[in-house]
């Protein structure tokens, strides 16, 4: 379970985490640290960064209000894949289809790191 909610963690905003303990840097930390990597590997115009800086930040927000909630990690893991996927939702109109495609590749090498690491 810890893994599916790590992976998801990183689709919603956070290209890196503390896995271990859940030790999250701040939302706006964590949303311009995405940004800043979404344009470098999607080389991201202007008005785009913008959309995406907006876009990563409030769902940085909404992943802090899903780890502060007292649940199960099950229901965690839930609520942060429906949080994955409207952000890509999110997401996809800002981007071109190649720029989406490159991050849906992108999240899924890391998803793929992340389950390396922990078997």
């Known amino acids: 379970m810890k893994k599916i909610v790590l992976a998801t963690v990183f689709t919603i905003g956070a290209f890196y985490v503390q896995a271990q303990n859940h030790d999250l840097p701040p939302a706006d930390q964590r949303a311009k640290k995405q940004t800043e990597l979404m344009d470098q590997k999607l080389n991201l115009d202007d ?3 913008s959309a995406v800086a ?3 930040l409030k769902f940085a927000k909404r ?6 909630a007292d649940e199960s990690k099950k229901e965690k893991a839930k ?3 429906k949080l994955n996927d409207e ?5 996809q109109p800002v981007l071109t289809p190649e ?5 849906v590749e992108l999240k899924d090498e ?3 790191k992340i389950k390396e690491r922990h078997q």
């Open 79 to 81: 609520k942060m894949k």
């Open 47 to 49: 008005a785009q960064e």
């Open 87 to 91: 952000k890509e939702a999110a997401l």
């Open 110 to 112: 890391f998803v793929e």
């Open 99 to 103: 720029q989406f495609a490159k991050y």
């Open 63 to 68: 992943v802090d209000e899903v780890f502060a």
């Open 54 to 56: 907006d876009i990563n």
